[in-house]
């Protein structure tokens, strides 16, 4: 059972950090894409980034383009979220997803159809 725990939420001020982190267990993550979607309050799902097997392809929502940055470790069967720079707009529900989309091509990689797995989700909430 492949299973994706999502950590590192949680209330930041305005122009704080956070570091999301997504271990995933159940399945080697060696050559699948790593995405972050995101769910605000009353709105609908979502892309932020995704990065590619090989870790040398990145997209971005254009809301976050040069604020976060995604990045993985195989070894650690882990992705993650660094966003800098929070707005209180960034504030939702933050969702980690596995795509077996070997790949490269954006309009694939940022579609949650193409995701075959999925975490819980954590909570950040940028507020002063």
Do not use: H
């Not at 892309?47 to 650690?76: C, L, P």
């Not at 979220?81 to 707005?87: A, E, G, I, T, V």
């Amino acid at each position: 059972q492949v299973q994706l725990a999502e950590s590192g939420g949680g209330l930041v001020q305005p122009g704080g950090s956070l570091r999301l982190s997504c271990e995933v267990s159940g399945r080697a993550i060696t050559t699948d894409g790593m995405g972050w979607f995101r769910q605000a309050p009353g709105k609908e799902r979502e892309f932020v980034a995704t990065i590619n097997w090989v870790g040398v392809i990145s997209y971005y929502g254009d809301s976050v383009k040069g604020r976060f940055t995604i990045s993985r470790d195989n070894a650690k069967n882990t992705a993650y979220l660094q966003m800098n720079s929070l707005k209180p707009e960034d504030t939702a529900v933050y969702y980690c997803a596995v795509t077996t989309y070997t790949g490269s091509l954006r309009q694939r990689l940022t579609l949650e159809k193409e995701y075959n797995y999925w975490g819980q989700g954590t909570q950040v909430t940028v507020s002063s």
